[in-house]
Nanobody, 120 residues
């Protein structure tokens, strides 16, 4: 299973970006899918994710500004980021918990990361 993330870039404070993540390869079913981020010198943290029940969880720091969505037909997830702040600057990683076949175990997969820089 490969996760391809895209959509990062440089944006001014208050601006918006939309991240995309597409899963491909030998994929049977996705249980959870979402986004983490890691700023320099900091630990990786949850940004937003679809849980196994289909609910969404957001970091408190992004609630009301970020929205996660999904397209199950495309095995894709998206992160709409509005009102961006300099503290949102980080590498954003797409992640999914999935099975490669009916008989395989659930495994966590990670994309390569896409850089988001919020600066004037």
């Amino acid at each position: 299973v490969q996760l391809q993330a895209s959509g990062g870039g440089l944006v001014q404070p208050g601006g918006s970006l939309r991240l995309s993540c597409a899963a491909s390869g030998s994929l049977f079913v996705i249980r959870t899918m979402g986004w983490y981020r890691q700023a320099p010198g900091k630990e990786r943290e949850l940004v937003a994710i679809f849980t196994s029940s289909g609910d969404t969880n957001y970091a408190d720091s992004v609630k009301g500004r970020f929205t996660i969505s999904r397209d199950d037909a495309k095995n894709a997830a998206y992160l709409q980021m509005n009102s961006l702040k300099p503290e949102d600057t980080a590498a954003y990683y797409c992640t999914a918990n999935a099975k490669r076949s009916f008989y395989s175990s659930w495994s966590d997969y990670w994309g390569q990361g896409t850089q988001v820089t919020v600066s004037s």
